[in-house]
Each structure stands twice: as structure tokens, then as C-alpha cells.
């Protein structure tokens, strides 16, 4: 669709697809609250712990495929708004915006709710957030938003620098330290101690650090302000829109959410998690085709012709969702234009939103078919496993055509996790696995392509990681001091490697102050990303190497839980045959299980875990009907 500006149809054409966004919008609206009440009945009964996950988070990750974040915020609206049947009717028939069901579940009290539904439906939510912020002081109520403006930060490395980061951001997601935000914080807080510890007073200009971070905060609120101005000018022009009230004709789910959590007393596990099922299946239709009219509209620069100030205002007041929302939906609408096998998978939910999100980061064309098998055939924890290590072979050598991971390389790649647990990258400690250096590859076709990838780029990431774990890896270069220059100098590695994250503009300005300000005292032939981690390993190199009973066993499973659908690291040692039954203590006969996995689980009858490490057979849920069943990593289809 054109942007054209004197074209009447086309204006009607925006109207049309503006009136189907805000529908659409509302639909999931009602959906998502729906869903939010039968997982708050769940989180209340227990049922995911009878149907076999450690946690509400793990069972909405694999029977909802949304994040723990997603399905907490919408069991908090629906928990608020059990008190408040007004509210949630009109929420449920779409009459107010999930923002503002959002806000007034906040405020609102059953003596009052007519009064701040009838504010809602007359006010912008700009306005009403003016209004809520009056009321009484012992409310909390949080009125920004905590969307932050983001960017992109780029590095191009030498092969031998990324693979250092890699193992090094296994560290740091083995500490808990995950997320692209979170881990650059953590090594530029290390290496900022490390220089202002080194160097002489007054050799790291702090001043200029903060000053350039100081100014780019200054222009980012003054930015705000200018927004915050000209979307006010505008409310005059919108208000009309903005209070047009929008039924989510979502039928007898709408109904269902109105009646709120009593509908579903008497509900069983085995019938919530049905419920369950098929409201995530509406909602990853719904989420295909959102995104779509999102990337339309976007593409005809509609927000923008129908006079609203931003595409935040018109996010926010028009449809109830945050900038980032929008722009995570238009990134998947864009991706999946390429990859039109995995839309209609996700359309007709054959896969999840969660495999769909995974898929579009890692699948190509080419490799289309071959990720959408693997998808079906994988828990949401193992597909994210693959798609990560997947992720490295692209990552290092820049073939994008990657095609899903055979069993043999997935276990030869996990070599990298074991040798920074272990601290075999850092010159070895007790409890180290020996690295099987006969494992051959074999060259197999895809899963669901009718034919075999003749390009792998598997072989050379395997190849060029054993000869980086050989030579023994961070060993050669544990000198830190400004001092040791000479021991500091490496050859540079075949290869360059551009690694990118998007991150916000703080922390990029950060990034970018103190290595201007660090280039001119680092040694020759050290570059930056290579000083931030060889300073953190050599800070928290004391913390690997598992020295402790089982730590073999907890080694070899990567210290994570050995369920199919947990990921948690308080790990225990389990005999998979009960030394009742006759079951030894030999490796092959442990796995490595949380807490609750353990003996809540597989001791309290919830899961069954047979056969060997190697290949371990999963059941969850009810013996006579289990929910999820998992062959190694072959997830099979369920009674």
C-alpha cells in the first residue's frame, strides 16, 4: 500500500485498516484476559504442578508459548479485576483499552468503578493518567512507561575474540546474568573497576563518561518533552477516535471473561489446561494477523496521516499497547514475509508465538522447512537450546543458511558450556569431562526437507571450537597488567566476526565513553570486547570448576535441570532406576534435576523419567494421560 497523501481512497483504505486494528487489538484484549483468569485459577489450584512443571512460568512457556512476563502480567489484571465486575465486563467486550483496564485496576475500588469506567470512556488515557495520579496518596499506581529508547551497539571481532565471547556470556548466563543488557552492564562494570584499579589517578576520565551520559539523558528527556507537547496539540484533533468505542465481538469467550473466574469452578487440571490450549491457539492467530495490519499500517504511514503526534500515541491511545509491542509485532510481520511456511504454521497454530519468534531469528528460505520440522518436533526449552547454538554458527562465520542442529552437534557444541563450567578455559579444574575427540558428525538431511543441506556450517564451527578449547583457550592470556604488553600481543585470528545487540542508549553511550577513553592505555593487539572479558574471567574465574559430589553428573547436563520443559539450576542428583530397583550410582543410571523436578515431581508420581542419561524417556502429567511426552529430544504427540 502507497503513502500517497492525495489519494481519497487511500485515506479510506487507512480508515479501514485502523478500524481493524483497533477490532483486532480488542479481540486479543479479551483473549489474553480470559487466558489470565484460567491461569490464576491454575496458579491457585496448583494444576501445573500436577500436570508435571516446577513453575506457572515453565508451564506457560511450553502449553502457552509466552513469557513468564507475559502470562504474570495478564494473571494480575485478571486478579485485580475479579473484584471489579464492571471494569472487567467492559475490558471483556472491549469497550476500554487493555491500557486502561490496566490503569484503573490500579485505583478503581466496587464502590467507584462506575465512576473511573465512565472517566475512561470519555478521557484519553493520557488524561486519565492526569486523573489517577490525583488519587489518594496510599495507591501506588505506576503512570510511566517503561518502554526506554534503544539502539544498536556493533562490534566486529577476530574469530578467536567472539569464541572468548561466547564463553564468556556462558559464564554470565551460568551466574543468572542473562539478556544482552544485562550482560554488557556486567562486563563494563567489571572492566571500569578494573582500569580505575590499574591505571594511574586520573588516566580513565570518569568526568567525560559521565558527562557524555549525563547529555545524551538530557537530549533524551528533552525529546520527551517535545513529544509529550505535540501529542497534548494533537488530542484536540484525535479525541473523537480515541473515545470510539470498539466491541471485541469475541463471543462466548468475551462472555466467559465477563463472568470472570467463577465460570470456572469445578474446572479439573486436565480440562483447565484444554481451556488453555485453545485460547492460545486463538491468540496466535490473532498475533499473525495483528502483526500484519501493523506492518500495513506502518508501511502507509498511517499513524501519522490520521494526525496523531507519535506512533506511541497512536499505540497507546488507539489500540492499548506500548510502543515496543508494536515494534516487536511489525519485526515479526517483516520476517515472516520471507518464512510464508512458518505464518501459516503460526496462523494455524501448528506452532506457538514462542517457536515462531524463535524461527524468524535463525530460519532462511532455504533452511525454512528444515526449522519448522525441528519446531514440531521440540519443547519450547529444547527449540530455544538449538536455535542458540545455531545462532554461534552464525554468529562466527556469517552463514546465514544454518540449517537445525543434528543430536551429535548439539552434544559437540555443548563442549563450549561444559569447558567454561568446568574452567577448561581458563586452564582446567577437578570434575572436568574429557571431550570425546572421536565424535564423527554425520552427514544427515534435514528433518521434513526433501533434501540435504550441502552446506554446513556446523563442520567449521565444531572444527574451529576443538582447536580453540586445544589451545588452551584463555591460558595464554591471563596477564591484565598495562605492564605485560609482550604477553598481550596475538596473532590475529583468520576471520572477522560482526556481533550486534540492541541495547539502550545509556548503556551504548557508556560502552562507547569508556573505550575512547581505556583505547589509548590498552596493550597492542588487545582489543576492547577481549579486555572486558579476560577481566571478567579473571575476576570470577574462582567460581567454576564443580568440585563438589555429582559434580560429573551436574558437569555433563550443564548444571540445568534435565526436564524437557525446566530450566532451573538448583540441581540434585536423581537415579533414573531407583537404587530400590536395583539401580547403581554410574553415570548413565543420573540426571541432573532441580529441586522440585526432583522430589515433587519424579517422587511425587508427577513425572516419570526412564531409560538412560543418554536417552531419557519423559512423561508428565497423569500416568493414564500425561500432557507432554519427550523421547531424548523427540517430543511425541500426547494421549
Not at 91 to 117: D, F, T
Not at 227 to 240: P, Q, V
Not at 544 to 552: E, K, R, Y
Request: aromatic fraction near 6%.
Amino acid at each position: 500500500m502507497g503513502c500517497g497523501v492525495g489519494a481519497p481512497e487511500r485515506f479510506e483504505s487507512i480508515e479501514r485498516l485502523d478500524a481493524q486494528l483497533v477490532s483486532v487489538a480488542r479481540q486479543e484484549a479479551g483473549l489474553r484476559l480470559r487466558l489470565g483468569q484460567v491461569l490464576e485459577v491454575m496458579q491457585r489450584k496448583a494444576c501445573c504442578f500436577e500436570l508435571g512443571f516446577s513453575s506457572l512460568g515453565a508451564y506457560a512457556l511450553e502449553r502457552c508459548e509466552r513469557s513468564a512476563r507475559w502470562v504474570e502480567v495478564a494473571c494480575c489484571l485478571a486478579r485485580r479485576l475479579e473484584a471489579l465486575p464492571v471494569l472487567r465486563s467492559a475490558a471483556a467486550a472491549g469497550r476500554i483499552s487493555w491500557s486502561k483496564a490496566e490503569l484503573l485496576a490500579r485505583v478503581a475500588q466496587p464502590e467507584n468503578e462506575g465512576h473511573w469506567l465512565e472517566s475512561a470512556q470519555h478521557r484519553t488515557l493520557r488524561e486519565l493518567r492526569r486523573e489517577v495520579s490525583e488519587a489518594p496518596a496510599e495507591i501506588d499506581v505506576a503512570l510511566t512507561e517503561a518502554s526506554e529508547a534503544t539502539g544498536v551497539l556493533t562490534c566486529t571481532l577476530d574469530r578467536e575474540d567472539a569464541w572468548l565471547l561466547e564463553a564468556t556470556r556462558a559464564l554470565l548466563d551460568q551466574f543468572g546474568t542473562r539478556g544482552a543488557e544485562a550482560q554488557i552492564e556486567a562486563l563494563l562494570a567489571e572492566g571500569q573497576g578494573a582500569l580505575l584499579a590499574a591505571l594511574p589517578a586520573g588516566a580513565v576520565e570518569l568526568e567525560a563518561v559521565e558527562w557524555a551520559e549525563s547529555a545524551q539523558q538530557r537530549w533524551r528527556e528533552q525529546l520527551a518533552s517535545w513529544r509529550g507537547e505535540a501529542e497534548e496539540r494533537c488530542e484536540s484533533r484525535i479525541r473523537a477516535a480515541v473515545l470510539e468505542r470498539a466491541g471485541a465481538n469475541a463471543g462466548a469467550i468475551a462472555e466467559q471473561a465477563a463472568e470472570g473466574m467463577s465460570s470456572l469452578d469445578g474446572w479439573n487440571s486436565r480440562e483447565l489446561d484444554g481451556e488453555v490450549r485453545r485460547l492460545a491457539a486463538a491468540l496466535a492467530g490473532h498475533e499473525l494477523k495483528l502483526s500484519r495490519l501493523l506492518s500495513s499500517f506502518h508501511r502507509a504511514d498511517g499513524w501519522r496521516r490520521l494526525g496523531y503526534a507519535t506512533e506511541t500515541q497512536y499505540a497507546r491511545e488507539r489500540l492499548g499497547l506500548s510502543r515496543s509491542s508494536v515494534l516487536a509485532r511489525r519485526s515479526l510481520a517483516l520476517r515472516l514475509e520471507a518464512l510464508p511456511q512458518v505464518a501459516s504454521a503460526l496462523g494455524s497454530a501448528e506452532i506457538g508465538v514462542e517457536a515462531a519468534l524463535q524461527l524468524v531469528r535463525i530460519a532462511t528460505p532455504q533452511t525454512e522447512l528444515g526449522w519448522l520440522e525441528r519446531a514440531r518436533q521440540r519443547t519450547v526449552k529444547h527449540l530455544r537450546e538449538e536455535v542458540s547454538a545455531a545462532l554461534v554458527a552464525v554468529r562466527v562465520f556469517g552463514d546465514a543458511n544454518c540449517p537445525p542442529p543434528c543430536n551429535a552437534e548439539i552434544e559437540k557444541y555443548r563442549e563450549l558450556e561444559r569447558s567454561v563450567l568446568s574452567g577448561q578455559v581458563w586452564g582446567g579444574t577437578p570434575n572436568r569431562p574429557q571431550p570425546d575427540r572421536t565424535l564423527e558428525i554425520p552427514d544427515e538431511p534435514l528433518d521434513g526437507s526433501p533434501q540435504p543441506c550441502s552446506r554446513r556450517p556446523w563442520r567449521e564451527m565444531l572444527s574451529s571450537l576443538t582447536a580453540w578449547l586445544e589451545q588452551g583457550a584463555l591460558t595464554h592470556a591471563v596477564q591484565m597488567s598495562a605492564n605485560s604488553e609482550a604477553g598481550m600481543q596475538s596473532k590475529r585470528s583468520a576471520g572477522r566476526v560482526v556481533v550486534r545487540w540492541r541495547v539502550s542508549l545509556e548503556l551504548r553511550t557508556w560502552w562507547h565513553s569508556l573505550e575512547a577513553c581505556a583505547r589509548r592505555w590498552l596493550p597492542r593487539g588487545m582489543g576492547w570486547v577481549k579486555f572486558l572479558c579476560l577481566t571478567f574471567w579473571k575476576v570470577w574465574s574462582h567460581m567454576v570448576g564443580l568440585n563438589v559430589a555429582w559434580g560429573q553428573v551436574y558437569l555433563r547436563d550443564c548444571c540445568r535441570c534435565s526436564s524437557p520443559v525446566c530450566s532451573r539450576r538448583d540441581v540434585t542428583p536423581h537415579h533414573l532406576r531407583f537404587r530400590s530397583a536395583g539401580g547403581g550410582d554410574e553415570d548413565d543410571n543420573m540426571a541432573s534435576l532441580c529441586t522440585w523436578c526432583h522430589l515433587f515431581g519424579v517422587h511425587g508420581g508427577r513425572i516419570r523419567a526412564t531409560g538412560s542419561a543418554g536417552q531419557i524417556r519423559w512423561e508428565l502429567g497423569a500416568r493414564e494421560a500425561p500432557c507432554v511426552r519427550v523421547d531424548g529430544r523427540q517430543r511425541l504427540a500426547t494421549l
